[in-house]
């Protein structure tokens, strides 16, 4: 054994010296540690605790009446796991005279010859005493020869039933039914059904299957007994997925918060994300946009980057840099979220944002299965803005003119020819449908599997004219040629086309519909004037909504596939090597065309432009892994490895202006204006990252866990002297349960301790930083035309380095009440230091900046996970409950930027500010306190050219004038606390669920209430609140300031405590209702649902939704024409053969 | 134990072949897009390229809204805004309230010197290519020299002296700003300097030449009052012959006539942009227009009590619209109320919108200095000079005669101070729309006491604009002007 590690060291120096990219070893646990090797010191084990570990090692069940086996010892020397459970068995029970047959595809009963001759051709066994079952560990069926004749003799009551799965209502064959207290007892047939025979009516019943939570019941007076079972989370995700390998859940020392399909977040979901809202705490996915195909921000503990992303990795069965909505999220098995840093480091350079893995589906052998599943979906918009009606607009905006000028804006012929006006959201939303279905087969034998998924997607938007359509297709396949051996494929293929409503952050002429719809003149009718043109006010500088509905539109298609080719190589037993071939090949196209029936198409005629891109990005991998267990106590397993990756982005764009005709769109830019219109632009850029990675796992009598483990990371980013860095890690377990003197007391089945520390980096710059060029930038107009000029494009920063992140955890794992209630604690402190900054430069230099590394962000809190089984008998109840607080705090900036003021939307700018001892990009700006109501009041103020009316603002440093020194932090973007709460109740086939999330302590910039307090212009229609209580002398008391000249007390003065709103809400995010079809003849399975999304949402929040944001992804928080949130209704099948 | 060995080597072999290249060749970063100052600089037409960069800055064409008409008009007795998005940028200038965090004075700040740095980027590196003869050479020179000396005046017309960068060097990012007299002496040597660099004649329409740094020099001495140079320089100028006023002024600035001989110094602007965007500003509501045309909700408008100024027979009133039918088929007036109240809503048509506009952007070039200017200048001053004086009068009446408003006399001014008042409303009526009111408001004293006559809270200080907060909070040597 020593020998072959020195080679495998040997080996990776070797590699490492002549190819130092290249060297890729590593040693990796792939057989499950065993506890065989323990024993080999001792020269004899029982048979009974070999076939446990071949039960371990295989994942299969195995069945025996004790007597028969107990009395056998076999030599642990002779026996070595091998990859067939068959060759072990027939190793291990053919000196001993025992046979075993299987029993579905997973299970195996050994009997002596002798019984199973004499039981065999009457098709039963004597189960008298001493049968049992090893308590399984495999999500497999497992089935038994019926033995519905059991001790007949004794039996008084004979009882029936049958046994289904809880979770998707199929039939369980080979359930153990055992009559408590006695060994008499048998397993259902293929149908579920049993028979039992019990003494009397106060006998018990013990359930029990592999994977499923035992199950007690007391016969009483029934004779019929029908029960679903309860898949036991807790067994089946025992492995964890972790970086370049996976793990043992109890194993575990960092923070991996792991989702498995079961607990998916359901909806009509684009992006895997998604499926993870509200169920993992220190985890905030918000829907930023609304929009079919909308943005998904996800935060993972915070954000630690000013400037650069915090969005976290995202690899998708081992490929780094996936897209989450490249995929179909019902293809995926299960999400793991390594939220410290020492699970994550393993990914170095990108991993400081926390790494989302996603583990798509498998096949598994036996019988193929074909499942279809599909839902439709009745999407409407959750919450429209309360705007005023064409009557109150007009009795508003005639007092406000009345205040202002004396005249009144509408005379009262004006008012009658009016009518009742238009609500213009009832003009561009509408009732949407959605509608998804999902094909998959999936089988394999123990040669290979194979898992293929069809996926199509179609969902309209609740705002006319968007909408999204998503092919994918899925291929998993393994192949094992030989037993060393080991070949896999993933590939993803997918379409999606979106058409989008015209989405900007800006006002005016450049605003998009919503904007529109919502301050667009309500006295105007939608229909067109003789002209053929929308209408629209002269002195509103929109255009009409639906003019930007109609007259609008905009594509976007999207091909992308991506897949890995991976082979195992298993060099010597524990010693496996990896060679992972990956690719992302990304092409995108998008058309956009604004015709002659919007006022801007109309003076361009016609505006048409198309972006394609193609983004590729490979990667090549080789990692080794070699795992072993010494003297039966020591655990050791290593991985080492090295990657080699490269980006290369490439676009080209076209647009023309004034095209023949509108009919063409932008199908021929060529009938454009050439010589005025046409513009071509194109670009291109790569970049590189060669990484080598090594871990390792050590545990000491399964009971002290230590890992460690370090990458460094190079880029072609950076220069020379700081190509590459280092991301180390280590992490301490200590399983207290597996103490002795843990284990007298019964209330914990489960208790670990753990703390880890790591360091991660974000390398999310852009191209050229340390590098000194020039740009083709700036066009001079001389002799008529346009010369193109050329300038620097930067002062070079050669010190750049990565932003790390250095985080340690606290954690504590738990199982109570023999796993009734099990969750883990855990506090984290993150610190993020050499932020890359954008140091402003005096722009005497000609330069408005320059990147450097200064200032540190610290993220720190609590994530609390609960999950617990309340009621588990026929009617059952469980909950899971995640709960995260977060204190963001900018810890250092550097001395030349005390203070960074940023933001823009729509007209409102600089509303966000980085300053010490504050949360990042917290909102900024006035307090105002109440509203003046005298003419003397105001003439004492800060602002003596006030009037009654106006809102009072703090002279915060008391110097008797309202300055910008008077701005304060009136707000955080980030959440103080985040819950989840998912309930789940079910009874006899029928599951109620209801996922609510709530977001608490955290605020938003609203624009629109911007807009609306301080209207752009006049005649633009407002938010019906602040207008129907307004300050008038007549009404001291209101709310709102009077609306007379707004423009006085706004401009800068509008980022105030009335515009940044809390945007806190709790929100009843999905209710399902679902029944399980009982079984007919060749189907698996059935269900039906019925679902509600985004059914209520408590907030004191003005917008459409308070998760919204204007930025996407970005950490600042502002609400601004934000596409509505969806009240879904689906209704939805699952059907498996 | 062998076969192990084979086994690893077969891994390298296979590694080595998946990628034949060392780690620091990897790593490399290509660079498809950006061009190597090295090489690019070392021929004339890298050179070349980057004096196009360096004009593109110069030209103040797409941002003439905020330069020309928000920071050099509304807030003078002539022009005012209302209406659009753009009244809250609008608002704090023409009521004297704005502030040093203005994006506007940041704007023109950055443009300036980033126009400044493309300069020094040549003058740096022109001595190193050796291919060009001497006169390109010394032509190139020029045309940097003028467009930094005249990017510094520009900066002091709002500022007062800014920091003189004349290196691309990075060592001193923080200057600090010199005396007046020092930046003073410095952009008049510099645009002399220029002068004499350049030819009488370029040949692409927008170029610097001779007559374009003697405009701005001409200029330049008027506002800072060295009244014998600055005649000095209108006279040499006037001396090239090259220059005329244009028959007819109302017909001045339409797009098919911008090739004359009265504009000197220019923004051009195009169609497809960068384009001037001043009409889709002055078209009132419902105006009927061209289909490829915009208008904007945002309003420029003309205070009545300017326009009323005007003599009725001034040619120049023709550039005014004060009254339309609009689309509705209705009258409407712009001037006053039917009650006599003025609505300070005349539409000041002066840039005769562009047939061929493309949406907002129009093709008229913007005239930053034109000949008529030149003869004004002369005029002031000689006048401050030696008090009134024919010659003075001579060149005034050129300017009037084309309007078509009668002569005036010496006789009618009896000191300096009346042909001082004269002149500025003469400059009004000349150049209204052209972004000189503030600063001939400025150097005739009356900037100040015109604003608080319509009840603007204006004080003394208010003649120079704040230095961006920005530049403050990132230069600790640079001083704010007083008051703010």
């Known amino acids: 054994m020593e020998r072959n590690l020195r080679i495998v060291v040997l080996a990776g120096l070797c590699l490492g010296w002549t190819q130092p990219m290249q060297a890729q070893l590593l040693a990796r646990v792939t057989t499950p540690s065993s506890n065989l090797y323990r024993s080999e010191q001792a020269k004899m084990i029982k048979l009974r605790d070999a076939l446990a570990e071949l039960k371990k090692i295989h994942q299969v069940d195995i069945l025996f009446f004790g007597r028969n086996i107990e009395k056998y010892d076999v030599a642990a020397r002779d026996y070595r796991a091998s990859k067939s459970v068959a060759r072990d068995l027939d190793q291990l029970l053919k000196p001993l005279n025992l046979i075993y047959k299987q029993s579905g595809k997973r299970g195996y009963v050994i009997t002596e010859k002798q019984a199973e001759q004499k039981a065999s051709p009457e098709n039963k066994i004597t189960a008298a005493a001493g049968m049992e079952l090893l308590t399984p560990i495999a999500a497999a069926t497992i089935q038994l020869r019926t033995q519905r004749e059991v001790s007949l003799a004794i039996a008084d009551i004979s009882v029936s039933g049958k046994i289904i799965a809880s979770d998707n209502g199929e039939t369980l064959p080979g359930v153990s039914v055992l009559v408590k207290g006695t060994s008499q007892g048998t397993t259902t047939d293929q149908a579920g059904e049993f028979t039992v025979s019990v003494p009397d009516q106060s006998s018990v019943l013990v359930f029990s299957f592999v994977g499923y939570v035992s199950q007690e019941v007391t016969v009483g007076s029934k004779t019929r007994l029908n029960l679903s079972l309860e898949p036991d989370t807790k067994v089946l995700s025992e492995v964890v997925v972790v970086g370049y390998g996976t793990q043992k859940k109890s194993d575990l020392t960092g923070s991996v918060a792991s989702i498995g399909e079961k607990d998916f977040t359901q909806g009509v979901n684009n992006s895997a994300l998604q499926l993870l809202n509200g169920k993992a705490s220190g985890v905030q996915i918000s829907q930023s946009s609304s929009a079919p195909g909308g943005g998904i921000a996800i935060r993972i503990r915070g954000a630690g980057s000013i400037n650069s992303s915090n969005q976290p990795l995202i690899v998708i069965d081992g490929f780094p840099g996936a897209s989450a909505t490249s995929i179909s999220p019902e293809d995926i098995e299960s999400i793991q979220i390594l939220k410290d840093a020492s699970a994550a480091a393993i990914y170095g350079s990108r991993a400081a944002n926390g790494v989302v893995l996603i583990t798509t589906k498998k096949g598994k052998s036996g019988t193929p299965k074909v499942n279809y599943s599909a839902y439709l979906g009745v999407q409407t918009v959750a919450r429209r803005m309360g705007l005023l009606t064409t009557p109150q607009y007009i009795d508003v905006l005639n007092d406000l003119s009345m205040e202002q000028s004396g005249k009144p804006r509408y005379t009262p012929e004006q008012i009658s020819a009016i009518g009742g006006g238009t609500d213009w959201q009832d003009q561009i939303f509408h009732t949407a449908l959605a509608q998804n279905h999902q094909l998959s087969f999936s089988g394999g034998s123990d040669k290979s599997n194979y898992y293929l998924g069809l996926n199509y997607l179609n969902q309209d938007g609740v705002v006319l004219n968007s909408g999204l359509k998503k092919y994918n297709i899925r291929l998993n396949y393994e192949i094992n040629p030989s037993d060393k051996l080991k070949v896999t494929l993933n590939l993803n293929t997918n379409r999606s086309t979106t058409t989008n409503i015209l989405t900007t952050n800006s006002g005016n002429e450049n605003a998009g519909p919503i904007n529109s719809a919502l301050q667009f003149d309500p006295t105007i009718s939608p229909e067109k004037d003789e002209d053929g043109q929308y209408r629209y006010n002269p002195l509103i500088s929109l255009e009409n909504p639906l003019a930007l509905i109609n007259g609008f539109t905009q594509k976007n298609v999207n091909n992308r596939t991506f897949g890995t080719l991976s082979a195992d190589y298993t060099l010597l037993k524990g010693w496996t090597t990896t060679l992972r071939l990956g690719a992302d090949i990304a092409n995108g196209r998008n058309d956009s065309y604004n015709s002659r029936t919007t006022q801007k198409g109309l003076s361009a005629g016609g505006i048409g432009s198309i972006g394609v891109g193609e983004d590729t990005h490979w990667i090549s991998e080789l990692f080794t892994t070699y795992a072993h267990t010494f003297n039966g106590i020591h655990q050791l397993s290593i991985l080492g490895g090295a990657t080699l990756e490269k980006y290369d982005i490439s676009n080209v764009g076209a647009s023309s202006i004034g095209f023949l005709s509108d009919a063409s769109l932008t199908n021929l830019l060529q009938s454009g204006d050439g010589d005025r219109g046409d513009n071509v632009s194109s670009g291109r850029s790569t970049n590189q990252l060669n990484s080598y990675l090594g871990r390792v796992n050590y545990t000491l009598k399964e009971k002290y866990l230590l890992t460690a483990s370090i990458r460094a990371d190079g880029t072609s980013r950076f220069s020379d002297k700081n190509k590459f860095a280092f991301f180390p890690s280590f992490a301490l377990g200590w399983r207290i349960s597996e103490e002795p003197f843990m284990q007298q007391s019964n209330l914990f089945s489960d208790l670990k301790l753990r703390m880890s520390y790591g360091q991660s980096g974000n390398q999310a710059i852009g191209n050229f930083q340390t590098l000194t060029t020039f740009v083709a930038s700036g066009n001079a107009v001389l002799g008529g035309g346009l010369l193109q000029g050329v300038e620097p494009a930067r002062i070079p920063n050669s010190d750049l380095r990565w932003e790390t992140t250095e985080e340690v955890d606290f954690g504590i794992d738990f199982a109570i009440i023999k796993g009734r209630v099990s969750g883990s604690l855990e506090y984290y402190i993150k610190n993020t230091r050499d932020q890359l900054f954008n140091k402003p430069l005096p722009t005497t230099s000609g330069f408005q900046n320059i990147l450097v590394n200064f200032g540190a962000v610290r993220n720190q809190g609590i994530d609390l996970m609960i999950e617990t089984r309340n009621l588990v008998n026929a009617f059952k109840w469980n909950t899971n409950f995640t709960f995260s607080t977060l204190k963001n705090t900018v810890v250092e900036l550097p001395d030349f930027i005390p203070q960074l003021l940023t933001g823009g939307v729509g007209f409102t700018a600089n509303y966000a500010i980085v300053k010490e001892g504050a949360p990042m990009r917290s909102f900024y700006g006035y307090q105002t306190d109440g509203i003046y109501q005298t003419t003397d009041e105001v003439k004492d103020s800060p602002q003596p050219n006030f009037k009654p009316g106006y809102p009072r603002f703090v002279d915060q440093n008391g110097d008797g004038k309202i300055t910008p020194d008077d701005r304060v932090i009136l707000g955080s973007p980030f959440p103080k606390l985040l819950f989840g709460l998912n309930n789940s109740f079910s009874y006899r086939g029928v599951t109620l669920e209801a996922l609510i999330t709530a977001v608490q302590g955290i605020s938003s910039l609203d624009n629109n209430i911007v807009e609306s307090l301080y209207p752009i212009n006049f005649d633009r229609n407002r938010v019906a609140v602040h207008y129907l209580d307004r300050w008038t002398p007549d009404n001291p008391g209101a709310q709102y300031p009077s609306g007379v000249n707004p423009s006085v007390y706004g401009g800068a003065l509008a980022v105030n405590s009335l515009t940044i709103s809390d945007a806190s809400f709790i929100r009843l995010k999905t209710m399902t209702l679902s029944y399980a079809i009982p079984i007919k003849k060749g189907i698996r399975s059935a269900s039906v649902y019925v679902a509600a999304d985004n059914l209520l949402t408590i907030t004191k929040f003005l917008g459409f939704d308070p998760d919204a944001n204007a930025s996407e992804t970005g950490i600042e928080r502002a609400s601004y024409n934000s596409y509505p949130l969806n009240r879904t209704v689906r209704f939805g099948v699952n059907v498996g053969f | ?484």
């Not at chain 2, 291919?131 to 467009?147: M, N």
């Not at chain 2, 208008?295 to 023709?318: C, E, H, S, W």
């Not at chain 2, 005034?396 to 010496?410: D, K, S, Y």
């Open chain 2, 1 to 484: 134990m062998k076969k192990i060995l084979n086994k690893s080597v077969l891994i390298a072999l296979v590694i080595g072949c998946l990628v034949p290249m060392s780690c620091k060749e990897f790593l490399a970063e290509e660079v498809f897009t950006q061009y190597d100052p090295q090489s690019f600089l070392q021929s004339e037409d890298g050179i070349k390229k980057v004096l196009y960069g360096a004009y593109s800055r110069s030209q103040v064409n797409g941002g003439a809204r905020e330069d020309q008409w928000t920071l050099s008009e509304f807030p003078t007795d002539m022009t005012l805004e209302s209406g659009g998005q753009f009244e809250k940028d609008a608002l704090p200038f023409i009521n004297f309230q704005w502030d040093a965090s203005s994006g506007f004075l940041r704007g023109i700040w950055v443009q300036m010197y980033i126009a400044v740095r493309d300069a020094n980027v040549l003058l740096e590196n022109i001595d190193k290519v050796t291919s060009i003869p001497p006169a390109r050479l010394a032509q190139y020179k020029g045309e940097a020299q003028f467009i930094r000396a005249e990017a510094f005046a520009h900066l002091y017309r709002y500022f007062g002296p800014v920091p003189l960068v004349l290196t691309t060097s990075t060592d001193d990012l923080q200057p600090a700003r010199p005396t007046d007299a020092e930046f003073v002496a410095f952009v008049s040597n510099e645009l002399a300097e220029a002068a004499k660099n350049l030819p009488v004649s370029q040949p692409l329409r927008g170029q610097a030449d001779k007559g374009v740094a003697l405009a701005v020099l001409t200029k330049f001495y008027l506002n800072t009052k060295q009244w014998q140079k600055s005649a000095d320089v209108a006279k040499e100028l006037i001396d090239l012959k090259k220059y005329k006023l244009y028959p007819q002024i109302e017909n001045l600035f339409a797009t098919e006539n911008e090739n004359n001989d009265e504009f000197i110094f220019i923004y051009p602007c195009l169609a497809q942009g960068p384009g001037n965007q001043y009409m889709p500003h002055a078209f009132p509501p419902n105006y009927p227009i061209l289909s490829n045309w915009i208008n904007y909700g945002a309003q420029f408008r003309t205070y009545t009590a300017f326009y009323k100024t005007f003599d009725p027979i001034d040619r120049r009133l023709k550039m005014f619209v004060t009254e339309y039918t609009d689309t509705k088929g209705k009258l409407q007036k712009l001037l006053e109320d039917a009650d006599g109240k003025p609505l300070d809503n005349a539409r000041s048509f002066k840039y005769t919108p562009d047939p061929n506009a493309i949406s907002q952007n129009h093709g008229n070039d913007i005239p930053v200095i034109r000949y008529a200017d030149i003869l004004l200048s002369r005029a002031e001053a000689l006048n401050e000079l030696s008090g009134p004086n024919q010659e003075s009068i001579d060149l005034i009446n050129q300017i009037r005669t084309r309007a078509a408003v009668p002569a005036i006399a010496l006789g009618d001014f009896p000191s300096k101070e009346k042909l001082r008042d004269h002149l500025l409303k003469e400059r009004g009526w000349e150049f209204f729309t052209e972004g000189k009111r503030r600063e001939d408001q400025i150097r005739m004293g009356t900037f100040i006491s015109s604003a608080i006559s319509r009840g603007k809270n204006a004080q003394p200080f208010h003649v120079l604009y704040p230095l961006p907060q920005a530049e403050i909070e990132a230069n600790p040597n640079l001083k704010q002007n007083d008051g703010y």
